[in-house]
Structure formats: C-alpha cells, structure tokens
C-alpha cells in the first residue's frame, strides 16, 4: 500500500513539474510572438535623409526640403536629432508603434537621448511628436503639446502636409536655443496685436531692405565674376590653345560665389553624389586652373550649385538623426486630423 501510494505522489509530482516548464514554454513564446509582431510592423529606416514618407503624402521635392530643414537644425543644436514618418495604418496602439519606431531607427544621439519622431498616420488620423527624455529638457510634453495644436494638426488638416511638417520642425528647433524659443513666442503674441499702421511700415522697411539687397547682392556678384574672370584669363594665357566656353564661365562663376571659403573641417571633407550617383569626397577648389579638371570629371558635383552634402555612417555627429534610439519612454504629444 506504502509503495503505491509512493507512486502516484512521485507521478504527479512529475506532472507538476511538466505543467510548470509547458506553462512557462508557452508564456516565453507568446512574449516572443509579441516582440516578433512588434517589430514586423517597424518599417525600415530610411536609406538616406531623415524622411520616410510611406503614405506618399510628400513629393520629392517637399522630402528633400524637409531633410535639409532638418540636416541645418541638426547642425546648429546639440539638443534636439529629429526624424520624420507617415504611414497607412499601424497594428496595435499608435504610440507603442511611435516608440518602438524612434527605438529600432536609433532616432537621437548615443548616451545623449536626444532624439525627436514625428508620426503622421494618415488611415487613423493620428498625429504624434515623440520626444526622448534628454530631449525633454528642452522640449517639455507641454510644449510639444501647443507645437501639435498650433503648427502640425492646423496643416494637417489643410492638407498641407510639407508645410505641417516644416512649421513643426522649426519650432521644435527653436526649443533648442531658450533664447529664440522665447523670442519666437513672443514675436507670436505680438503678431495678434500689430495693426495697420505698423504694417505700412514693415512694408516700408522691407521694400527698402529688399532694394539695398538688391543694391549689394549686385556689386558683390559684380566682384565676384571679376575675380572668376581674373582667373581665366590667367589660365588662358598660361594654355592659349584650350577654349573656355561661355557655360563654363557660368559655371565657375557659380562655383566661386557659392565656395568663396574653404570648408572648416579639411580633415573631413564632404561627400557628394556624382552624375552617376557615387558618392566622392567634395575637395575645395580655390582657383580656375584647380576648379577646371574637377568639373570635367565631375560637373554635377562641382557645377557650382548647392549639393545635397550626406554624413556616411550613424556615429551621431551633427548632420545626422540616427545613432542613439534611448530615452523614449512615453514623452511627448499626440494629436488628430
């Protein structure tokens, strides 16, 4: 009897233990099928730039001015990385998703939690600025929360998506230096008060700076073709035998008026992408007889216009979103269109 008894104790004992390691086996699976689902849903980090526009609610050209709206914000601060995203549609709870998407994209600095997301969901009408906490010290959640109500839900709704999102990216930028986050907010109360009489006169004042503008933008692009023009004709005596063509006096002069200077950081020098879309180092050129052999080999890097410059790796330095992802733990605002 004793030895029967001590059976079904020692069988049961092992069907304890078995249920116990089946009901853990079963908790750790749906706790993985839940991170698996979590992360399918987290769309890839855009391959360049800071903008992944995957409800196409932006053409190229708003994506681009966005990415350098936020490519100067990034240079000028070291307390705010911000990135941009629309979607159709996300599975679970929009501000999991928001989070989770600022975490995996590595929105921010490393060690420094500063990152910003803005999320637009265009199926729900969901709206959100996802502020990691280092980034909190400057861009507080009431903050963020007039930001949504008075630049990013207002041209939402107009449908002015590019707009939206610019307006938004400059305050939020503007909360990077006190100062002029303060003196934005001011000018703003100010703006509900000026009458007619004070118009006239910024009127007045901004058709006279215009006109001196004019004035000296046109005696210094004046010093500037002379300079070029300097430099050619000492080039054109030292090969008498080569041609310069009129386009590619314009295009030096482009170059000179746009790089008078060269860069601060020699050491590092940019990058650009060639006519073939390789990306080279941008050398500074500081003469024609220099500049000349460059635009032949490269004349959409050095044709004298603005490149887009692009940061190669995710170190974090100033220029660039991604490198951090810590720090988001619910800050912020969220909003509706």
């Not at 600022?102 to 910003?116: L, P, S």
């Not at 004298?304 to 410059?309: A, D, E, L, P, V």
Request: charged letters at 25%; proline letters at 4%.
């Amino acid at each position: 009897m004793l030895t029967l008894t001590s059976s079904r104790s020692s069988s049961v004992f092992r069907w304890f233990v078995l249920s116990i390691f089946a009901l853990l086996a079963a908790v750790s699976l749906v706790a993985w099928s839940a991170d698996a689902a979590r992360a399918a849903q987290v769309p890839p980090r855009p391959d360049s730039g800071a903008v992944l526009d995957q409800a196409d609610i932006l053409s190229d050209t708003d994506e681009q001015r966005i990415n350098e709206r936020i490519g100067r914000g990034n240079e000028q601060n070291e307390f705010i990385r911000a990135a941009v995203l629309t979607v159709n549609g996300v599975d679970g709870d929009f501000e999991d998703f928001t989070r989770q998407t600022a975490r995996e994209w590595g929105v921010g600095e490393a060690g420094r939690n500063n990152g910003v997301l803005i999320v637009a969901d265009m199926d729900e009408r969901e709206l959100r600025i996802e502020v990691a906490d280092g980034a909190r010290e400057v861009l507080s959640d009431a903050t963020a929360e007039d930001i949504m109500e008075d630049q990013l839900e207002p041209g939402f709704r107009d449908e002015e998506y590019a707009q939206a999102f610019t307006a938004t990216l400059d305050s939020v930028y503007d909360q990077s230096n006190p100062e002029a986050a303060a003196q934005a907010a001011a000018d703003r109360e100010r703006t509900g008060n000026i009458v007619m009489w004070v118009l006239l006169g910024i009127a007045g004042l901004v058709v006279a700076v215009v006109a001196g503008s004019i004035v000296w933008w046109s005696k210094d692009q004046k010093k500037v073709r002379e300079q070029a023009d300097r430099e050619i004709e000492r080039y054109q005596c030292e090969h008498p035998d080569e041609e310069i063509s009129d386009e590619v006096r314009k295009r030096y002069y482009k170059y000179r008026s746009n790089h008078r200077k060269p860069p601060k950081d020699s050491k590092k020098p940019p990058k650009a992408k060639d006519q073939d879309g390789v990306e080279r180092d941008v050398q500074y050129a500081s003469t024609f007889q220099s500049w000349l052999p460059l635009y032949v080999m490269y004349p959409a890097i050095y044709s004298g216009t603005n490149h887009s410059i692009s940061s190669s790796g995710s170190s974090g330095s100033a220029g660039t979103s991604f490198g951090g992802g810590g720090g988001f733990s619910g800050g912020g605002a969220s909003g509706s269109f």
